[in-house]
């Protein structure tokens, strides 16, 4: 999964500042360098790794129970 992130981050000019992964949630700190907004770089790491772990365990449907939160921070 941090491998999508690698990828989508540099794809969207989004600077990943930190993280936290835990085994039943996740924490980004991002600065949108560009013109796409940093929000949608949870959107499409987690959509593209729910794809790709429904299709490795046969599973269909949503990995993750709520939609994302973003809070702007100055």
């Given at each position: 999964?941090?491998?999508?992130?690698?990828?989508?981050?540099?794809?969207?000019?989004?600077?990943v500042i930190a993280?936290?992964?835990?085994?039943?949630?996740?924490?980004?700190?991002?600065?949108?360098?560009?013109?796409?907004?940093?929000?949608?770089?949870?959107?499409?790491?987690?959509?593209?790794?729910?794809?790709?772990?429904?299709?490795?365990?046969?599973?269909?449907?949503?990995?993750?129970?709520?939609?994302?939160?973003?809070?702007?921070?100055?």
């Amino acid at each position: 999964m941090l491998q999508k992130v690698r990828k989508y981050s540099q794809d969207l000019h989004v600077a990943v500042i930190a993280y936290c992964l835990m085994p039943n949630h996740y924490h980004f700190l991002l600065r949108q360098d560009g013109e796409q907004p940093a929000g949608s770089l949870p959107q499409l790491v987690f959509n593209s790794y729910t794809k790709a772990y429904n299709k490795c365990y046969g599973h269909s449907g949503t990995l993750f129970e709520a939609r994302y939160i973003s809070k702007v921070c100055e």
